[in-house]
């Protein structure tokens, strides 16, 4: 992005828990649902069974917001669009 004179906004949302509206917002820019974005390899996906929750976007999204380790990351937002940063060639579709 730098190389395309963008300065990225990074969020650690690991250290700063996103709250449930703003990964909803995420969820509508990268226009997918919340199943589609989360990190099922986490031990926490599995200790608390969120496989029988994955049709339920309101229940992904406040287990994101409970357990940030659950969002795919890196997500990079640029106005109303974004993108999974991976792999890498996704970026382009923003620049």
Known sequence: MRDNSIEPNIVNYIKNPLDNKYIEQI???????????????????????????LDDEKKLINFMANFPKLIERPIIIRNEKAVIGRPIENIFKLI
Do not use: V, W, Y
Not at 27 to 53: V, Y
């Open 27 to 53: 969820s509508a820019k990268l226009g997918l649902h919340p199943n589609q974005f989360m990190r099922k390899k986490e031990q926490t996906f599995k200790d608390h069974k969120i496989d029988e929750h």
